[in-house]
């Protein structure tokens, strides 16, 4: 079983639908999780950071972590065509420099 | 706030000539510098990583090397490149030695594109 899944997708919306994107995982040491959004042929751009479980909300973004489920979800709200990117997970273990771990990434698009 | 420049954008090599991907980062001291590759369908694969001054770790065996002459500027380097040495290049940053990484989530560089032909 791999560390972290996360569907491929591609996942294609209409504008102003929500958009749920959502990854697993296995290890139960990771405490820190991020969500990034990649734009072609652009480096990643971090978007959320969380701790632990809970919620976390930025503007249209919405950041989840269900610690008892293995399972951390972001949700885009009023969903723009600007939107339109792959969105990756990653998470960290909760001690010295350990290395993130990746997701594959999720492709969005948002059709006007 | 951090920049991290990379150069260069796009590279196109052959087979079994040699490679040097730089990249250099302002605005902060002592970080810790990271190369990834992204692959079509692989996600990120971590590389190498650096907490300081001629200090790298390679977490993957491969044709490549890294090396870090000064506090903010990380090399990666290949005496001679194979076909599977293609993808997707990204210098990243987060923490520092006075801090562990998770602290401070990745921040990335706009990558160079290798296509080995």
């Known amino acids: 079983q791999k560390e972290v899944e996360q569907d491929p997708g591609p996942l294609s919306v209409p504008e102003g639908a929500i958009v749920s994107l959502n990854c697993t995982y296995s290890?139960?040491?990771?405490?820190?999780f991020m969500w990034y959004r990649q734009y072609s042929r652009k480096g990643p751009e971090l978007l959320m950071y969380t701790y632990s479980s809970g919620n976390k909300e930025d503007g249209r973004f919405t950041a989840q972590v269900d610690k008892s489920s293995k399972y951390i979800s972001l949700f885009i709200r009023d969903s723009q065509p600007s939107d339109s990117a792959t969105y990756l997970c990653?998470?960290?273990?909760?001690?010295?420099?350990?290395?993130?771990?990746f997701g594959k990434g999720t492709r969005l698009s948002v059709i006007a | 706030s951090q920049t991290i420049h990379q150069w260069p954008a796009t590279l196109v090599q052959p087979v079994g000539s040699p490679l040097s991907l730089e990249c250099t980062v302002e605005g902060t001291s002592n970080p810790n510098l990271y190369w990834y590759r992204q692959a079509a369908g692989r996600g990120l694969q971590l590389l190498f990583y650096?907490?300081?001054?001629?200090?790298i770790s390679s977490e993957v065996p491969q044709n490549l090397s890294a090396s870090r002459p000064q506090d903010r500027q990380f090399i990666l380097s290949s005496k001679k490149l194979l076909l599977s040495d293609s993808g997707f290049y990204l210098c990243?940053?987060?923490?520092?030695?006075?801090?562990?990484?998770?602290?401070?989530?990745?921040?990335f560089g706009n990558g160079t594109r290798l296509t080995v032909t």
């Open positions: 290890n139960s040491a990771f405490q820190y």
């Open positions: 990243a940053t987060g923490g520092d030695r006075g801090r562990s990484s998770y602290n401070s989530p990745l921040h």
């Open positions: 990653a998470m960290m273990r909760n001690s010295g420099n350990t290395p993130l771990v």
């Open positions: 650096s907490v300081g001054i001629g200090q």
